[in-house]
Nanobody, 124 residues
Framework: QVQLVESGGGLVQAGGSLRLSCTVS????????MGWFRQAPGKEREFVAA????????AYVDSVKGRFTISKPNAKNTMYLQMNSLKPEDTAVYYC?????????????????WGQGTLVTVSS
């Protein structure tokens, strides 16, 4: 079973940047597609970004395209979400996920593993 641990959340002003990390243990990192979800207070969970197990394919929700970048250097067992030009509406708990199929992540369908979440707060 794969275990996921997120880090890198915090408080940032609007327009600033943060980089979230997700460290994977328990099973070969290179065989998993990875992704990020977020949940803001009082709102439903939302897909944010995903990357295939090869790293060759990525997907983003429209609201973060051009601002967020997901990466998965397989040599490091860590996935990253670089978040630039942050907006107050990006405020949420961000969760790292893993699955063998990137389409499952995009569809939020029966994912193999979830992290515990890391809080991102963007002040205006």
């Amino acid at each position: 079973q794969v275990q996921l641990v997120e880090s890198g959340g915090g408080l940032v002003q609007a327009g600033g940047s943060l980089r979230l990390s997700c460290t994977v243990s328990g099973r070969p990192f290179s065989r998993y597609a990875m992704g990020w979800f977020r949940q803001a207070p009082g709102k439903e969970r939302e897909f944010v970004a995903a990357i295939s197990w090869t790293g060759g394919s990525t997907a983003y929700v429209d609201s973060v395209k051009g601002r967020f970048t997901i990466s998965k250097p397989n040599a490091k067992n860590t996935m990253y979400l670089q978040m630039n030009s942050l907006k107050p509406e990006d405020t949420a708990v961000y969760y790292c996920v893993a699955d063998e199929d990137i389409s499952h992540i995009v569809a939020d369908f029966s994912l193999d593993a979830w992290g515990q979440g890391t809080l991102v707060t963007v002040s205006s």
